[in-house]
Structure formats: C-alpha cells, structure tokens
C-alpha cells in the first residue's frame, strides 16, 4: 500500500519559517517528480514547487526566493522549506506522486 504522510505543520507568525516533510512509503520514488501543492479556505488546489528525479526544481511565482523544495532518495522523503512565511501562505498543503497524495497539513501564518 503506498502511503504519502506529510508533517511539520502548524502555526507560525508572518516572517517566520516551517519545514513541512513527506514521507513516501510502499512505493520507491527514485524515478519520479514529487511536488508540493496547496489549498487556501476557498480557493482552488495549487502548485507550489516540484523537483524531478535529477533534481531538477521549480516554483510557483508565489514562493519563489522564500520556498526550497528538496528530496532525500534514500530515506523516500521530500521536504519543502518555506523561509518568509506571508497570511497568503495559509492553506493545507499536499505532497503528490504520480496519482498518490498525502492527507495534507495545515500551515497557518498569523500576522
């Protein structure tokens, strides 16, 4: 059975940091591009940033310069740092690969 669990959420103060965490098991991710995606309350599901197998990365313009996505292989783990967290970054974040997605944690930015 494959599993997607994220930690590392919670609540944190605008201009502060979080480091949200994706541990993939039943399913060896080598091979694959992994990505971060968010849900605001009312508002649609959204990509943050993805890396591929030859860790390659990208960003959505909105964490771009604050977000660091990376990946451990050998532990099937990825991470997404967000430095510089703004009101706009709340939302319920997902790790995703392939057609498989974590339950998601709530990061919630307070002014």
């Known amino acids: 059975e494959v599993q997607l669990v994220e930690s590392g959420g919670g609540l944190v103060q605008a201009g502060g940091s979080l480091r949200l965490s994706c541990a993939v098991s039943?399913?060896?991710?080598?091979?694959?591009?992994i990505g971060w995606f968010r849900q605001a309350p009312g508002k649609e599901l959204e990509g943050v940033s993805c890396i591929s197998s030859s860790d390659g990365s990208t960003y959505a313009d909105s964490g771009k310069g604050r977000f660091t996505i990376s990946r451990d292989n050998a532990k099937n783990t990825m991470y997404l740092q967000m430095d510089s967290l703004q009101n706009a970054d709340t939302a319920v974040y997902y790790c995703?690969?392939?057609?498989?997605w974590g339950q998601g944690a709530q990061v919630t930015v307070s002014s």
């Open positions: 995703s690969i392939r057609s498989y």
């Open positions: 039943g399913f060896t991710f080598d091979d694959y591009t």
